[in-house]
């Protein structure tokens, strides 16, 4: 299926960037200023800015509450960014409609970035923020997902298997979009690195200057943690939707993760949709055919796993 029209059109208006490496700084400040005001975002019940004291030092969260937060669920969300870009600002508008399609208390992020903060401090965070919701949020028992787009898919897929390795059981369900899980970007590895190589906004030859800020900082590709796709043993995961775009690079290491979980035993759904790129569900939710992956996502985390049905 050819690009969705509007998606087109936005990326045949984009500037060329600018000649010369990557400037961190800039690149956040622009982010920041595309950021709409608190009046026109979705009106929620209660939005929070809290700290979370993690083992690893404090984190800010913002903590959203939904009109029908009446389910005793939690839902932790982790921002994409490639790992230095991105912030609670950002991605406010994901972390609302999560909260307002899932019924769930939402708890975003706010982590250390690459690369001030150099690998695992982002990923620690990320961990240390889920335990602190298990302990202080989320009812005994009830649903704690944990879900990320992008690089943050990466940090929940990781995190998911930090909690197996500590039997913290606490994770129901994981939601994974169009994330970024194999850190060797040789561009033989997946065919839609080749596939969708320029043109949809996200460009394979900018996978690697785009994470080479991560990288540089001590995280090694070959760690499972770092590119959860190399974990060995991927049994007893918590069970997983994942969700990609037909015309992303990373579109077939997302399913083949998804393939790899089923082999293992996982309760997964993978959920490819057609027409879109990299980035629709931060960039594009205002398409119907986009915001439907807030709603999938939703319909996955509000039914019972075979893991909370045994309890």
Not at 9 to 23: A, F, I, T, Y
């Amino acid at each position: 299926m050819t690009l969705h029209p509007e998606i087109a059109k936005v990326l045949r208006s984009l500037p060329e960037p600018p000649p010369g490496p990557l400037d961190p700084a800039a690149m956040r400040a622009a982010e920041e200023a595309q950021v709409p005001p608190p009046e026109e975002r979705l009106p929620l019940p209660a939005v929070e800015d809290v700290t979370a004291p993690t083992p690893w030092g404090d984190v800010p969260v913002r903590i959203y509450t939904p009109a029908a937060a009446d389910s005793g669920g939690a839902l932790v969300y982790v921002h994409g960014g490639a790992f230095f870009l991105g912030s609670l600002n950002t991605h406010d508008h994901v972390a609302r409609s999560l909260a307002k399609e899932t019924g769930h208390t939402v708890v975003a992020v706010g982590y250390r970035l690459a690369p001030e903060s150099a690998y695992p401090a982002g990923l620690r965070d990320c961990y240390g923020v889920v335990r602190w919701v298990a302990e202080n949020i989320a009812e005994p028992g009830g649903t704690l997902a944990i879900a990320g787009d992008s690089s943050g898919g990466n940090f929940a897929a990781a995190v998911a298997a930090m909690a197996h390795d500590d039997e913290f059981d606490a994770i129901t369900h994981q939601v994974l979009f169009y994330p970024s899980l194999d850190l060797d970007f040789a561009v033989d590895r997946y065919p839609s690195l080749q596939e969708n190589a320029e043109g949809y906004g996200l460009e394979t030859a900018g996978l690697a200057p785009f994470n080479a800020f991560y990288l540089g900082s001590g995280a090694d590709p070959d760690d499972p943690l770092v590119s959860p796709i190399k974990r060995a043993d991927l049994a007893r995961l918590p069970p997983a939707l994942i969700i990609t775009a037909e015309h992303d690079p990373l579109r077939d290491e997302g399913e083949l993760y998804g393939l790899r979980l089923r082999q293992a035993g996982v309760d997964v759904t993978v959920s490819r949709y057609p027409g879109v790129n990299h980035g629709f569900v931060v960039n594009f939710p205002w398409i119907p055919d986009c915001y439907r992956a807030f709603q999938e996502a939703a319909a996955f985390v509000n039914r019972r796993s075979p893991v909370e049905a045994g309890r």
